[in-house]
């Protein structure tokens, strides 16, 4: 069974840096492509950075976290990372991980390229 695990948010103060985790049973992660969305209360899900498969290895961040976000991946932990520093009040959402398990290697925002969804971990940016 497909399962994704998502860990990490939390309360921090603007400046601030958190890392999320998003860990992965069932299926190896580095043989897809990942992406970390986020949705704040009254707004549409957004891609935030996300990373292709080993076969192609890119990445893709949105402008709106680009120099701040890096997402990772550490395939003996089955682990995605998303470290974000410099944390701003306008980043506070939920963050979810999602894999493409149908097969394509290149990473997008597109949400619906995405069948595998973790639950959500809550991020909040305040002072």
């Known amino acids: 069974q497909v399962q994704l695990v998502e860990s990490g948010g939390g309360l921090v103060q603007p400046g601030g840096s958190l890392r999320l985790s998003c860990a992965a049973s069932?299926?190896?992660?580095?043989?897809?492509?990942i992406a970390w969305f986020r949705q704040a209360p009254g707004k549409e899900r957004e891609g935030v950075p996300c990373?292709?498969?080993?076969?192609?290895?890119?990445?893709d961040y949105a402008d709106s976290v680009k120099g701040r976000f890096t997402i990772s991946r550490d395939n003996a932990k089955n682990t995605v990372y998303l470290q974000m520093n410099s944390l701003k009040p306008e980043d506070t959402a939920v963050y979810y991980c999602?894999?493409?398990?149908?097969?394509?290697?290149?990473?997008?925002?597109?949400?619906?390229?995405?069948?595998?969804w973790g639950q959500g971990t809550q991020v909040t940016v305040s002072s």
């Open positions: 999602a894999a493409d398990s149908l097969g394509n290697t290149r990473c997008t925002f597109r949400s619906w390229q995405y069948d595998s």
């Open positions: 990373i292709s498969s080993s076969i192609d290895g890119s990445t």
């Open positions: 069932g299926f190896t992660l580095d043989h897809y492509a």
